[in-house]
C-alpha cells in the first residue's frame, strides 16, 4: 500500500545519474507511486538525446521545462519547446534530441514505473550499444535499427 505521507523532492536531494550527454534526476520512482508511474527530470546537452526505440510496457510523457527538443513519435516529427506536453504510447516507436544551443530540460513520466531501472543500469555501461540492447531487452524495451540513406 502506497504511502498517504505527502512526498517533497528538494532540487539537491532527488537521486542523479549521469547519462551520455547529460543526467537525469529521479524525482519519484515505482516504490514511492506504487508502481504507478516515475517521473524523472532529464537534462541534455546540445544535440545529444535518445535513439528511436520502442516500449513494450510503458507509455512515456513529456512536458519541455527548457529548450527546444525535436521528437519522432511513429511517423511524426514534432518540435517542442518550454511549456509544451507531448504524449508516446507504449508499441511506438519514439526518438528526441535537444535542438537548443544549450542544456535543454524536461519532465519525462513513465507509466507504470519499473523503466528507471534500465536508466539506472544503462548509466553503469558507458558506450557498449550490444550490452544496451541485451538490458533493453530486459526492460522490454528495443532500439530500432539504424537505415542508410
Do not use: C
Not at 1 to 19: A, C, F, L, T, Y
Not at 77 to 103: E, M, Q, W
Not at 119 to 128: F, K, T, V, Y
Amino acid at each position: 500500500m502506497m504511502s498517504q505521507v505527502p512526498r517533497v523532492v528538494p532540487h539537491d536531494g532527488e537521486e542523479k545519474i549521469k547519462v551520455h550527454g547529460g543526467w537525469l534526476s529521479f524525482l519519484a520512482v515505482g516504490g514511492q507511486t506504487n508502481g504507478a508511474y516515475a517521473l524523472i527530470e532529464t537534462a541534455n546537452e546540445p544535440s545529444t538525446g535518445v535513439r528511436l526505440h520502442v516500449h513494450e510496457r510503458e507509455d512515456e510523457t513529456w512536458f519541455i521545462l527548457e529548450g527546444e527538443y525535436v521528437f519522432q513519435v511513429g511517423s511524426q516529427t514534432i518540435s517542442a519547446h518550454a511549456g509544451d506536453y507531448l504524449f508516446g504510447p507504449r508499441s511506438v516507436p519514439h526518438s528526441y534530441a535537444n535542438r537548443s544551443a544549450s542544456v535543454a530540460r524536461a519532465l519525462i513520466m513513465v507509466t507504470p514505473a519499473g523503466f528507471e531501472g534500465f536508466w539506472r543500469e544503462s548509466a553503469r555501461l558507458g558506450p557498449d550499444v550490444a550490452a544496451h540492447e541485451a538490458l533493453g531487452l530486459k526492460y522490454g524495451v528495443k532500439l530500432v535499427p539504424y537505415r542508410e540513406g
